[in-house]
């Protein structure tokens, strides 16, 4: 399975698209896929049946999957949409850092 630069949990500034400049939390990582789910982008309606959950049903809008390459990680600590890198700690785990100020991003 391929491997994304972004996990859930990460806040993700968008690049392109009718979202771009908007920066968002990642709600869910679909690796298989290559997508992402950031919360508050690409919003669509779906037409819905009545269920259990929803006795009335009706339109409900939604967050939709966009893909991994058109979003970049923000830095936590300099706020700044940053590219990753890897560092190994000297008890031997692998964490990712920023490439501007060096801070680890969880």
Do not use: W
């Not at 920066?23 to 508050?40: H, Q, S, W």
């Not at 970049?72 to 190994?88: A, E, S």
């Amino acid at each position: 399975m391929p491997k994304l630069h972004v996990r859930k949990g990460d806040t993700v500034l968008v690049l392109t698209g009718k979202y771009a400049g908007k920066k968002g939390k990642v709600l869910a990582a679909l690796p298989a896929k290559g997508r992402v789910i950031v919360e508050g982008v690409n919003i669509v309606k779906r037409h819905t049946r009545p269920n259990p959950r929803m006795p009335q049903g009706g339109i409900v809008e939604k967050e939709a999957p966009i893909h991994a390459s058109n979003v970049m990680l923000v830095c936590n600590k300099c706020n700044k949409p940053t590219r990753i890198g890897k560092k190994f700690l000297e008890d031997g785990k692998k964490v990712r850092v920023c490439k501007k100020c060096g801070e680890e991003l969880g």
